[in-house]
Every structure is written in structure tokens, then in C-alpha cells.
């Protein structure tokens, strides 16, 4: 009995040792199973369009600001062949592909062309969206007062990182004459 013990004894701490090694590798292998697993969506931060300049604090740039929305309104009501320079910049500032890409360009320019040397810049989250009724049955409110009625709603949870303004139709009698402050109808109110 004596001899089974000292061989217990011997064969304990290598049998004791082997459990613990094979528990250690089954820890490691569960471990390493349970990594996290690649984000498949992405996380998006919050939009910030209050960087830099934006909006605008300073009457001048406010003014630029609105100046380069209604000349770009009013080239935009140019009829004319698809061509010409009133047609392109109305089918660029509809074109809502890469995140409504082209109206920001569009504005970008017609504010360099408004004044060449301005410090405005439009912050890198801020979408302007412009758009017309898809059909001419609709009809809209005659006057600026009630059209800025109808837009009340947006402009109660102001959101400085989308500019939505409407567009007249070409065949419009008020197209030719565009008015930023009544045609802006979303998200915050205008200069």
C-alpha cells in the first residue's frame, strides 16, 4: 500500500498539471472565439454644422448668404434647352445623388460669384436640398405669409445642418422673381 501511495504521489502533480494546462487552452480557445466581431454598420457621429462660420453671425455674410440662394433661384428659372446655363444649374440643384452633392457645389459657386473673396464656408455635414412639386395639380399659397405658415412646423425643431428651399416651376409668373426667405422651407428660420 505503501508503494500505490509514493506512486500517487509521484503522478499526482503531473496528472494535476496536465488538467490545468488543458483547462488553460480551453480558456484561451473560448476567449479568443468570443473577440468581438467587426461593426458591420458603421456608427455615424451626430451632424455638427456649428463650426467655423455657421450659420452666419455677421449681417454681410448673412446677406452673401441669401443673395447667392436667389440668384441661384433665379438662374435656375432660365428656360431653355438642356444645354444652356439655366437648365444645367436647375437639373444640379435637383440632383440629389452623393448626398444632395451637387446643389451644396452649386451654391458654393454662385456664393464665390456673389463675392469672390468670402470667408463664409459651408460645414461638411450640411445638406441643401432643393426641390419642385412633381405635379402642377398641387397648388401652392399665394403669399410670403403663408407660405412661412406652411413651413412653421419645420422651423420649430431647428436643425442647422439642412437647408430644403422650394423651387418654382419655369411656367411660374413668380419664377423669375425667387424670394429666399419665403421659398426656404426648412429647417430653421431664414435671414
Not at 14 to 20: E, G, H, P
Not at 168 to 185: D, G, L, Y
Amino acid at each position: 500500500m505503501n508503494l500505490s501511495l509514493i506512486v500517487i504521489r509521484k503522478r499526482l502533480p503531473l496528472l494535476v498539471s496536465a488538467v490545468l494546462v488543458a483547462l488553460g487552452v480551453a480558456l484561451v480557445t473560448s476567449a479568443l472565439r468570443a473577440q468581438p466581431q467587426a461593426d458591420t454598420a458603421r456608427t455615424r457621429t451626430k451632424p455638427n454644422c456649428f463650426v467655423d462660420n455657421w450659420p452666419p453671425q455677421d449681417a454681410t455674410e448673412k446677406q452673401e448668404l441669401v443673395d447667392a440662394f436667389n440668384k441661384a433661384l433665379k438662374d435656375a428659372a432660365e428656360p431653355g434647352a438642356d444645354d444652356q446655363p439655366g437648365p444645367k444649374l436647375r437639373k444640379a440643384l435637383l440632383d440629389p445623388a452623393d448626398n444632395y452633392k451637387a446643389p451644396k457645389k452649386a451654391m458654393k459657386d454662385k456664393l464665390k460669384e456673389i463675392n469672390s473673396n468670402t470667408k463664409l464656408k459651408f460645414p461638411e455635414d450640411l445638406v441643401i436640398i432643393f426641390y419642385e412639386e412633381e405635379t402642377e395639380k398641387r397648388t401652392r399659397s399665394s403669399t410670403p405669409a403663408e407660405q412661412i405658415k406652411t413651413a412653421k412646423t419645420a422651423r420649430e425643431h431647428p436643425n442647422h445642418c439642412y437647408i430644403v428651399v422650394y423651387m418654382e416651376p419655369i411656367t411660374s409668373p413668380t419664377a423669375r422673381t425667387p424670394n429666399f426667405q419665403t421659398q426656404m422651407m426648412c429647417c430653421y428660420d431664414p435671414y
